[in-house]
């Protein structure tokens, strides 16, 4: 029969490691392969005036496919995010990079200034990425999503499928997949907007997923719907769709 220290020992030792693994979890912040994000400014606006209290302002220089973020992430759940609050967003880290970010990577909310974007992707994604020599300083994190931006030119994609933006015309969701997909040579998430009737849907959002060394990978889909229903007769110029998959 054990001794009633020894049990206690052995208690203590348990407690001891569900501590330990409770602590390494949450201070954990190592991630295995990363989402590139882009939107469709048009649809991407009609969303900000839909379901927020802001409203939403395109600057005309805006023309194409726009950067979202660059997020680290994990093969079971998205994150880690917020990775080191002492290393605070700095404007200056990246005023060469700004002439192509203020159309790249704009701020579509009216009035919040050009660098509150910024400076919540680098904080919530950017100090995490930053574990990634090629992504280890705000320049490098801005001037990747440049580059990407100019790798991922969906608007060529697709043009090269004749899917052109459209008021009117509507596309089927498999030839878009078909088109991107082709050109990623890899399983993306494509996220829509829906018309409050349900009749359309327009892409909002292309998620493409890379490995460390930037090749392409398949993503995860973590299953979590993005259901945006605005008003449909607003959209100024926007490629439709008949439907979307449910990413
Ligand atoms: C969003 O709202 C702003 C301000 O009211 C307006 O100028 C803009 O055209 C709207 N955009 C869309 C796509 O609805
Ligand atoms: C957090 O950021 C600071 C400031 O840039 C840096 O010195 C430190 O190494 C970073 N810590 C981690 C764990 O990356």
Not at 40 to 64: G, M, Y
Request: glycine share 4%; charged share 25%.
């Amino acid at each position: 029969m054990k001794s009633c220290a020894q049990t206690a020992l052995q208690l203590g030792f348990i407690v001891l490691l569900c501590g330990f693994l409770a602590v390494w979890q949450r201070t954990n912040n190592d991630w295995d392969f990363i989402v590139y994000t882009q939107q469709w400014p048009q649809a991407s606006c009609v969303d900000i005036n839909e379901t927020r209290h802001e409203k939403c302002f395109l600057p005309s220089n805006v023309k194409t496919w726009t950067i979202h973020g660059i997020w680290p992430s994990r093969e079971q759940n998205k994150g880690p995010f917020y990775c080191n609050d002492s290393w605070p967003f700095r404007e200056s880290a990246i005023l060469d990079l700004e002439p192509q970010l203020v159309s790249k990577w704009p701020n579509l909310i009216h009035g919040e200034g050009k660098t509150s974007f910024w400076k919540h992707e680098w904080v919530k994604h950017g100090t995490c990425a930053a574990l990634l020599p090629d992504l280890d300083s705000e320049h490098k994190y801005f001037a990747k999503g440049l580059d990407l931006n100019k790798r991922f030119n969906y608007m060529k994609v697709l043009a090269d499928k004749n899917i052109t933006p459209s008021r009117d015309t509507l596309y089927k969701l498999t030839d878009i997949r078909n088109a991107i997909e082709g050109f990623t040579n890899s399983y993306t998430i494509i996220q829509c907007i829906v018309a409050k009737d349900e009749s359309k849907q327009a892409i909002v959002q292309v998620e493409v997923c890379l490995n460390k060394d930037f090749t392409t990978r398949d993503c995860v889909n973590y299953d979590n719907k993005f259901m945006l229903l605005p008003s449909w007769d607003r959209i100024p110029y926007n490629p439709s769709f008949e439907a979307c998959v449910d990413d």
